[in-house]
């Protein structure tokens, strides 16, 4: 099964009676309660563009696509020390036992640029009024119903039509504990903005999607604030929301094992030059080895499995053909015009070699090696490459081709911290073809960070894992950060560029209560330094346990001289630099500049216990 994922691109957390904007926060809280009846919503819209161009130039084909799933973290997911606890502050209580409606935005709206999150405008006058809010959905030009949602809405799989111009809720999620990830199946109204268009099953255009709490419990009144929090696409996290498609798209080519008395695929595989590239398959004609027509396919029973990739299914008697003998597959196909006959060959084995009644003929795992060909140990791949795979088999220094065709599967996932592993590619099938074994990487859809490609194999039910790979994908080149454990080097003052580079991640190590010295470059994306001298007044570092904490558990600035910045260089010193307790943290740089505040980096920071004192 291929996967693919589609990022947001825009979100915003519309807040009742509320004009402020905070877009830009990494965090959302979705909420009900108290009597001032504080309900908060969050909207977004999902880029469908890289999808619709996987899908266009063949990569994903439309028939291979079995679902779309809307993945949106929870910001206590991987926070087992917080799933216990009831506040998020002193007037915010951990919702729990609730649903939640995803509906859909029928309505133009524009993301803004705020960032502070805040339940009552009043009491901070000094941040900006801008759109999109609870009564805006662009400057001056308000929501039809405030808040972004119309009523009247209907399920779409309840089958009743929803008004003209009305929000359609589209699933109802149940988060029993509170602390559970948005984890949606959008399989129907993605296919419909894919290939139909924006226009919804109502007539309405559809806009974007939204989260809100069901009427009944945004009506509701408590003595705290309930609330659940999500990271949004501004996360300094990894887990930025996206949607993801599934597609079955796995190769399982029979030619090299084709047993008699079972259903066994073929393949073709179409070039043109080094690209694989579509042609039109007419038919496919089965001929034994006495140069005799077996049976003919037509087009209904061959299917194009990827780009210039094409398979049948075929299953040949033992009542009717011996073992041992060479058979041919003969594709006839229109290329540019021209049509052609294709010949291929597949040799029978006995089906006694596959259906067999003796223990001593099951794999034995401890027998295999593997290794891999086209990504090296540690290797770093520019985001948006596409790697051919290839796994070398053996068996007690053989190569695998006389043995059982293996189940091969790999996945690839990061870890965070020392607990978790997270899959982002779950354990998929390898691709067996007439050459060995294969699969492919694309790292289009792959956030810049450290990955691992682990490969397993299947054994009459059990799974042993074989070998790991360590591999990183790396942005575009527009922004780079260097980190140094050296002493002040004098600044090389720069010109300013046009553009400002984008934030990345550094993660910190730091031994708790040593002296904590650090010296971050910030480089342009042609590697020249960046001058920071419209930020050298005003700049913020903090730790804190998770982005949505309200408290730092340590803090960096220009006012006190623990944080200086000088050139393209920002200086960090405190000593000592203690923590109350040990563990995984998050942190970001925040610079303040003529335009506004900037983070330009941001990552984890681990602290560990000291042994000498």
């Known amino acids: 099964m291929g996967r693919f994922r589609s990022y947001f691109s825009k979100n915003n957390t519309l807040i009742e009676d509320n004009l402020t904007n905070n877009s830009q926060n990494p965090v959302t809280e979705i909420s009900y309660g108290t009597e001032n009846a504080q309900v908060s919503r969050f909207i977004f819209n999902v880029n469908l563009e890289p999808l619709k161009e996987k899908i266009r130039n063949g990569d994903i084909k439309s028939t291979s696509i079995t679902q779309h799933l809307l993945n949106i973290t929870n910001t206590i997911r991987y926070r087992p020390d917080l799933l216990a606890t009831r506040y998020y502050d002193d007037e915010t209580e951990r919702a729990a036992s609730f649903d939640l409606e995803l509906f859909t935005v029928v ?226 196909v229109t290329q540019n015009g021209k049509t052609k006959n294709i010949d291929q060959q597949f040799y029978l084995i006995s089906q006694n070699e596959y259906y067999n009644y003796d223990l001593d003929n099951r794999a034995t795992p401890d027998n295999y090696y593997f290794r891999y060909f086209g990504l090296k140990e540690l290797e770093q791949i520019k985001r948006g490459d596409k790697r051919r795979v290839e796994i070398d088999t053996r068996s007690l220094y053989n190569y695998q081709d006389d043995q059982l065709p293996l189940e091969l599967e790999y996945r690839i996932f990061v870890t965070q911290g020392n607990k978790y592993e997270i899959d ?71 010109p300013a560029p046009e553009t400002l580079p984008t934030v990345v991640s550094i993660n910190i190590l730091h031994y708790n209560n040593d002296t904590f010295f650090r010296v971050i470059n910030i480089f342009d994306d042609d590697g020249n330094p960046y001058s920071l001298s419209g930020y050298s007044t005003s700049g913020l570092m903090e730790v804190k346990t998770s982005a949505d904490s309200p408290t730092a558990l340590a803090t960096f600035t220009t006012t006190d001289s623990t944080m200086t910045i000088s050139g393209n260089q920002i200086y960090l010193n405190k000593s000592p630099l203690s923590f109350s307790s040990t563990g995984v943290f998050v942190y970001d740089i925040e610079l303040t500049g003529t335009e506004g505040i900037r983070t330009f980096v941001r990552g984890n920071f681990t602290v560990v216990e000291d042994i000498s004192e």
Not at 284 to 293: F, H, K, L, R, W
Not at 451 to 459: A, K, Q, V
């Open 424 to 494: 982002v590619l779950p354990w998929t099938s390898v691709d067996r073809t007439k050459k060995g074994y294969e699969f492919e990487i694309d790292t289009s859809w792959l956030i810049p960070q450290d990955y691992f490609i682990e490969l397993r194999m299947n054994s009459q039910g059990m799974y042993f894992t074989k070998e790991k790979r360590r591999f990183s994908v790396v942005s575009d080149g527009t922004f780079e950060v260097r980190q140094e454990n050296l002493e002040p080097t004098p600044p090389i003052p720069q």
């Open 107 to 332: 309505e133009d709206w524009d993301e803004g640029q705020g960032y502070d999150f805040v339940y009552i405008d009043e009491q901070f006058p000094n941040l900006p009024r801008q759109a999109s809010n609870w009564t805006y959905r662009k400057t001056s030009i308000p929501w039809s119903v405030a808040g972004g949602f119309s009523s009247g809405n209907t399920v779409i799989n309840g089958g009743v039509t929803a008004t003209t111009g009305n929000s359609t809720v589209l699933v109802i999620e149940s988060f029993p504990k509170g602390q559970e990830n948005v984890y949606m199946d959008v399989t129907d109204i993605i296919n419909q903005l894919i290939f139909t268009g924006a226009t919804g099953a109502n007539g309405t255009i559809i806009y974007g999607f939204g989260l809100k709490f069901p009427d009944y419990i945004e009506s509701g009144t408590t003595d705290q604030r309930q609330a659940v929090a999500f990271h949004t696409k501004q996360t300094h996290t990894f887990f930025e929301p996206y949607v993801e498609t599934v597609y079955d798209d796995a190769i399982n080519d029979d030619r090299n094992q084709f047993y008699l008395d079972k259903n066994n695929e073929l393949y073709l595989y179409s070039y043109a030059g080094v690209n694989r590239d579509d042609v039109t398959v007419n038919s496919v004609t089965i001929i034994d080895y006495n140069d005799e027509t077996v049976s003919t396919i037509g087009t209904t029973g061959i299917t194009e499995v990827r780009t210039g990739v094409y398979k049948i299914t075929i299953n040949v008697d033992s009542d009717s053909y011996p073992d041992a003998v060479l058979f041919t597959d003969r594709w006839n």
